[in-house]
């Protein structure tokens, strides 16, 4: 068996199974053996709003097959550069939607030391959920 820096992306995609999941990818019984021959699960399975592409780029750093993973670190690299733009894209948006929001809501109270809490469209002093950003995109 060759060992060669795709070892490393291998590692890599274990990595970033667990930041975008929570959980490493085997967690049960033998790890050595799922590693060597169980294929990865997909993180979409356990966080749903992960983007497809992100998923798909982790499931081939985790190939099995070493021909399968990319063949360098650059080139992973730049797929995380097209990710990280369209992230900030698509959160900037999702931010200047909730500036708007903001501008349109009801005035902030004020109540004793607990400072200052939003007010939201509902009953009189409920406060406004806090909101959500649905991850990537599809």
């Given at each position: 068996l060759e060992v060669d820096g795709r070892a490393d992306l291998y590692a890599l995609g274990v990595t970033l199974f667990e930041?975008?999941?929570g959980r490493l990818?085997?967690?049960d019984g033998d790890p050595v053996h799922h590693h060597q021959n169980t294929p990865p699960p997909d993180p979409r399975e356990r966080v749903a709003n992960i983007p497809d592409?992100?998923?798909e780029l982790v499931a081939r750093l985790m190939a099995k097959q070493p021909e399968s993973r990319p063949a360098a670190a650059g080139e992973v690299a730049a797929q995380l550069r097209v990710f990280e733009r369209d992230y900030r894209l698509k959160l900037k948006s999702y931010?200047?939607?909730?500036?708007r929001?903001?501008?349109t809501a009801a005035p902030v109270q004020v109540s004793g030391s607990q400072g200052f809490s939003p007010v939201s469209a509902g009953a009189p002093g409920e406060q406004a959920p806090a909101?959500?950003?649905?991850g990537f995109g599809g």
């Open positions: 930041l975008l999941t990818p085997f967690e592409a992100f998923a931010i200047e939607g909730q500036l929001e903001l501008d909101p959500t950003f649905q």
